[in-house]
């Protein structure tokens, strides 16, 4: 791919992410409407229902955010999951009074077909409004994770890429299966200097790293200077800089 392929690849990647912004807005406006128009249709005498109901849709809007990363305590996901549970139960509500459904039991009896259809529409639109925004806005934020955060990956039990667990063991998972062909991870050289600091060489690396990806998919393939390098990224020296080239030279081969 040559520079001007990547420039055409960054360009779009950036006008997806700000559709994806919008997408995001549009399904929480929808989301709120409908969860609080699906409380206040239980209570509809109480004039307090329809903000009671705003204030919840915003409520279960975070808790399902903070779901959405993943790696979270068993408190957290137990929330997250009512959360959902809440999201795509008041939408259907919400959801049914705007359109009217026809899936009542007499519906069912005389046109089973046409209820059925109904019934999946109804079910599928709730539950797209109540999982979509917040994926997408995860990924929107950072489109260059494999796995920015999602639900049911976190319900899967799937983690994110970097994770701590993904840290300790040596190995990390990019998008771009380019500079990783042969597997979804790699695994660290040991020809990269140790620092004492496990956590700074570490950073260190994945500093370096990132830097030479960054400039070779800028440069159209070529890779930057030793010196280039000590003035981008935490290495003190050139004579440091070779094993990371090395790595790097490795895993685009």
């Not at 950036?14 to 997408?23: I, K, N, S, Y």
């Not at 068993?74 to 049914?96: E, K, Q, S």
Request: glycine share 8%; aromatic share 12%; proline share 5%.
């Amino acid at each position: 791919m040559n520079k001007n392929q990547f420039k055409q690849q960054e360009a779009w990647t950036t006008v997806l992410r700000w559709a994806a912004f919008g997408v995001v807005i549009f399904l929480w406006g929808l989301s709120v409407k409908w969860s609080a128009a699906g409380l206040q249709a239980k209570n509809p005498d109480d004039p307090n229902t329809g903000m009671i109901g705003i204030g919840l849709a915003l409520f279960i809007t975070v808790a399902q955010l903070i779901f959405n990363r993943g790696a979270i305590n068993p408190t957290l996901f137990v929330v997250g999951v009512c959360a959902y549970i809440y999201g795509v139960g008041t939408n259907i509500v919400g959801i049914n009074q705007a359109f009217h459904f026809d899936i009542t039991m007499a519906a069912f009896s005389v046109n089973p077909l046409g209820a059925i259809i109904d019934l999946l529409i109804l079910s599928g639109l709730a539950f797209v409004i109540e999982l979509a925004p917040e994926a997408y806005l995860l990924w929107a934020l950072n489109p260059k994770l494999q796995r920015p955060g999602d639900a049911i990956s976190t319900i899967l039990g799937r983690k994110d890429v970097f994770d701590v667990k993904s840290k300790r063991s040596g190995t990390q998972t990019y998008q771009n299966q380019k500079y990783a062909p042969h597997s979804e991870t790699f695994e660290r050289s040991n020809d990269v200097p140790k620092h004492p600091n496990k956590r700074k060489r570490l950073k260190d690396e994945q500093a370096v790293l990132a830097y030479y990806e960054r400039y070779y998919k800028e440069h159209g393939g070529n890779l930057p200077s030793y010196r280039l390098v000590v003035q981008n990224t935490p290495l003190s020296s050139t004579s440091e800089v070779r094993p990371y080239k090395e790595l790097f030279e490795r895993r685009t081969s």
